[in-house]
């Protein structure tokens, strides 16, 4: 008889719950974090925090985090994002498996972004879904980043009087977050959370981050176009009124504060889920939906089913 695996049993496909339906991050610095059931524990002089991973979409560990091989185990098996960043949240450094256990949007994506017509089609809905009415037929992607260029340096402005915040222009130094202005740090903080969400979704989807359609070159190209969506309505306005209101050392936490409850207000995560389906022609139904799943591709007949011998002919 064999012996049983010792510890929690992974869960199914079916039990763990949707990307949509999560929290949108938590963010944890200077603790230990383990596990206990199926909960992560971070753990400091202040105590011990449980944290239900299979619903957070990404988990963000700051400086002075250690991390157990079992909380680890715990997040690939639950599909949650598992992010390190540097000090004040500026870096993103590797995920888990995806949720979908499914390559189906991989390939939709892989398939539109190789075909120049299909690429454009993509990029012009991205287009087309922030600023709705300033995208005309037949306009080359010179010409869609101009008008974007245009209303975002307006929304900038917009927006650093609306909250009465010294505003010259985009501008920081990766290496030195110091060295920006209260509104750069602000923004800065603002997009990283933004980023690390939904990179978390990207992921959990099964596309691959680095096949964008505007961006490209780089391995987050997608997280970049479908972050992009939000960017101006979302961690534009957190920043500039975070920034109106906080400096120094505080002003980074705030907004990671402000971007949490802003994102869940918003619903964030189901308008992403539902966004990526959009800009790839998709629909999102569960129904036709199957997991595990392993078949081989054929030449002629597109898919055939695999653990099997082909060995012998049916």
């Known amino acids: 008889m064999a012996k049983p695996i010792p510890g929690v049993r992974p869960s199914e ?6 990307a949509q339906d ?3 991050f938590v963010y944890l610095e200077h603790c230990v974090v383990n596990r206990d059931g199926n909960a992560l524990t971070a753990q400091d002089s202040r105590g011990t925090m449980h944290v239900p991973a299979g619903m957070i979409g990404a ?14 185990s715990l997040l690939a098996d639950a599909g949650s994002s598992a992010v390190w960043v540097g000090e004040h949240g500026v870096r993103y450094y590797c995920h888990g498996r995806p949720l979908s256990r499914t390559s189906r949007l991989l390939l939709a994506q892989a398939a539109a972004v190789s075909k120049r017509p299909e690429r454009l089609t993509v990029a012009r809905r991205m287009y087309e879904m922030r600023f709705p009415d300033d995208v005309f037929a037949g ?8 008008h974007e260029g245009a209303r975002v340096r307006q929304i900038y402005r917009d927006q650093a009087e609306r909250f ?9 130094n990766p290496q030195d977050f110091e060295a ?6 602000a923004l800065t903080a603002a997009t990283s959370c933004l980023y690390g969400v939904v990179h978390a979704v990207v992921v959990a989807l099964g596309c691959s981050p680095g096949l964008g359609f505007i961006h490209t070159g780089h391995d987050r190209s997608f997280v970049y ?17 975070m920034a109106s209101q906080f400096e120094g050392d505080e002003l980074p936490g705030r907004v990671r504060r402000a971007m949490r409850d802003t994102m869940r207000d918003r619903k964030l995560l189901t ?10 022609g998709l629909t999102d139904d569960d129904s036709d939906h199957e997991w595990d799943i392993v078949e081989l591709w054929d030449d002629k007949d597109g898919v055939v089913p695999g653990g099997r011998s082909w060995s012998e002919q049916p």
């Open 13 to 18: 496909v079916s039990e763990l719950t949707r």
């Open 59 to 72: 988990v963000l560990f700051g400086p002075g985090t250690s991390v157990t091989h079992q909380a680890m």
């Open 22 to 24: 999560r929290l949108t």
């Open 271 to 280: 308008r992403c889920v539902a966004d990526i389906y959009r800009v790839l």
């Open 139 to 146: 306009e080359t992607m010179a010409q869609l980043r101009g």
């Open 180 to 185: 920006s202005d209260p509104a750069n740090k």
């Open 164 to 172: 009465k915040v010294h505003w010259d222009r985009r501008s920081y």
């Open 225 to 241: 176009d479908i972050a992009d969506l939000y960017k101006m309505e979302v961690a534009v306005p957190v920043a500039f009124e």
